[in-house]
């Protein structure tokens, strides 16, 4: 089984800051990219940012300039450092891995519970 455990949302003011954390446990051969996506009520979950195994990054240009993807590949954890919030960051940030479970199975995604981000005075 592999779980991924999300942590760090909550309410915060505008132009204030949160650092989300996930943190990937179980039955894990290799993680490759990980990434957070949010889901505003009645939209689409959309992409926020990705991180490859390597470090290579990608940001959704809304939050580009304002937030952070980060990991640490010892500890399976993949991090969102979030500055100068927009009320129009408001959603359930998710957490993906796209992970193999052992040397020969192939890679698929898995998902965390979700965190919800308020941003509101």
């Known amino acids: 089984q592999v779980q991924l455990v999300e942590s760090g949302g909550g309410l915060v003011q505008p132009g204030g800051s949160l650092r989300l954390s996930c943190a990937a446990s179980?039955?894990?051969?290799?993680?490759?990219?990980m990434g957070w996506y949010r889901q505003a009520p009645g939209k689409q979950r959309e992409l926020v940012a990705t991180?490859?195994?390597?470090?290579?990054?990608n940001y959704a240009d809304s939050v580009q300039g304002r937030f952070t993807i980060s990991r640490d590949n010892a500890k399976k954890t993949v991090y969102l450092q979030m500055n100068s919030l927009k009320p129009e960051d408001t959603a359930v940030y998710y957490c993906?891995?796209?992970?193999?479970?052992?040397?020969?199975?192939?890679?698929?995604?898995?998902w965390g519970q979700g965190t919800q981000v308020t941003v509101s005075s």
């Open positions: 993906n891995a796209d992970l193999r479970t052992r040397l020969y199975s192939p890679s698929r995604d898995f």
């Open positions: 179980g039955s894990i051969f290799r993680v490759n990219d």
């Open positions: 991180i490859s195994s390597v470090g290579y990054t």
